[in-house]
């Protein structure tokens, strides 16, 4: 057997831990900057920006992590990925600079607290926009000639990536509230209550448009989902995913403060199996596996020691600070 086979499954679980632990983290931080826009006052908002002020720009660390293991373990996909998206990668990550310079400007100048009020706003909700189009593009697959992309700049743009970009908003917003909710009272936890539940009815209807076109759109998806035994196998991802939409929507509306956080990224996560068990083992839909896009086995191996002792300390830092930011935010403390 190639020993290849031996480390092209650990890459892929770090690479697929990376980018859940960036969607779960960075997601809702980005969250909370979408709904921040819909803050009531100046103390909601100081509320809301406190909320995450220790901890939202170590959550970043996990799209750094995911795209460079990318480079170095698969560095055919990025070769054909990374050109295909060129533009909304662009956008999502000039966003992500404005929205932090957003962040701590808004401190500092408070002549222009308004425009820095805005500019985190609409930078969180681009830059989460442009992840929903990746995504999407990503979902539908790339025109591909040899081993390069060979589609135009703007393929990126269709019906389906406009839809993924859209869902991620209102999926991202869901992780937002959660996190209020648990990290708030009074005022600012019952608008995020609120919020929470609009935003959980438009993941769902995401979440069914997206399983229903998927399939009709790829026959190598619908054969995966529903010939036989696999409709079997894989039934219970729909309905687990069905029941913990009803469970959040109830913890949503009642006063427990962890279950709609916690129910919001089970959904993510049972979106993130439905999404592997549609496409794998292919890294390059429909082109490529795993196998076919990764590097040497002597790059993997070398570059696999260093992230096995760098990955564990990412892991207890990040567990570290928000432990030690554990508990409610109030207004007598603050980020300065």
């Known amino acids: 057997m190639n020993t290849v086979l031996d480390f ?11 980018v859940f632990f960036y969607v779960m983290l ?14 009531p006052d100046t103390p909601s908002r100081n509320l809301i920006m406190n909320s995450v002020a220790p901890i939202w720009d170590g959550n970043e660390t996990w799209l750094v992590l995911g795209g460079v293991a990318l480079l170095a373990a698969f560095p055919l996909a990025f070769a054909i990925i990374i050109p295909a998206v060129y533009f909304p990668v662009l956008v999502m990550l000039l966003s992500l600079v404005f929205r932090g310079l957003a962040f701590e400007f808004r401190f500092r ?3 222009h607290k308004t425009f820095w009020d805005h ?8 830059a989460t926009f442009a992840q ?13 000639s ?7 700049s703007f393929d990126f743009l269709t019906p389906f990536s406009i839809l993924t970009g859209i869902a991620l908003m209102f999926g991202y917003a869901l992780l937002g509230a959660g996190w209020l909710i648990l990290k708030t009272e009074g005022a600012v936890q019952a608008l995020a209550r609120r919020q929470g539940r609009i935003c959980l009815i438009g993941v769902v209807i995401a979440i069914g448009i ?8 790829s026959a190598e998806v619908a054969a995966r989902w529903f010939s036989f035994p696999n409709i079997i196998i894989f039934a219970p991802v729909p309905i687990a995913a069905l029941v913990v ?6 913890a949503l509306g009642s006063a427990r403060e962890a279950a709609p956080f916690i129910g919001a990224i089970c959904l993510f996560a049972l979106s993130y199996i439905g999404i592997a068990i549609s496409l794998f083992p292919m890294i390059v839909p429909y082109k490529y596996t795993l196998w076919d896009a990764a590097s040497s086995e002597a790059t993997q191996a070398f570059l696999l020691v260093g992230t096995l002792v760098l990955l564990p300390v990412v892991l207890m830092y990040t567990a570290w600070s928000y432990w030690v930011f554990r508990g409610k935010v109030r207004a007598n403390i603050g980020y300065h």
């Open 8 to 18: 092209v499954p650990i890459w892929t679980v770090i690479i697929g831990m990376g």
């Open 26 to 39: 960075d997601g809702f931080d980005l969250g909370v900057g979408m709904l921040y826009g819909f803050a």
């Open 109 to 111: 100048d408070s002549e």
């Open 119 to 126: 500019a985190f706003c609409y930078g969180s909700a681009s």
């Open 132 to 144: 929903g189009v990746v995504l999407g593009s990503f979902i539908q697959g790339f025109e591909v």
């Open 146 to 152: 040899g081993r390069t992309f060979s589609g135009s």
């Open 210 to 217: 997206v399983s229903l076109w998927t399939p009709f759109a």
């Open 245 to 250: 939409a009803f469970l959040t929507w109830r």
